[in-house]
């Protein structure tokens, strides 16, 4: 399996993360949201650069078929990541709501 599609998801669920930590405001130190956005945005783009790229840290060039796969399992990876992270963030934000 291809290193670069769990490197998207990660940077993907970095920058939702971030957007749950300003959501909750004073409940989490100030640094925590911008760190966390530039994490992300850090490893989400070193994801997309390298599998757009072609090349592969675990093996070699793959053929069509592998990249529809990889395309899809990334797909899906991030959409769920990206559904589960805003659901947790709107439970915590209506938690904290005076």
Known sequence: ??????L???GVAG???AAGL???GDAVPAWSAPAAAVVGSALLCVGVA???SGVEPSGG???STDR???LGFAAVVCAALAAVGAG???LLHALAWP
Do not use: E, I, K
């Open 50 to 52: 390298g599998w757009r």
């Open 22 to 24: 300003a959501l909750l």
């Open 15 to 17: 920058v939702y993360a």
């Open 1 to 6: 399996m291809s290193a670069w599609p769990p």
């Open 68 to 70: 529809a796969v990889r």
């Open 88 to 90: 947790f963030a709107v």
């Open 8 to 10: 998207v998801a990660a």
């Open 61 to 63: 060039p793959s053929g």
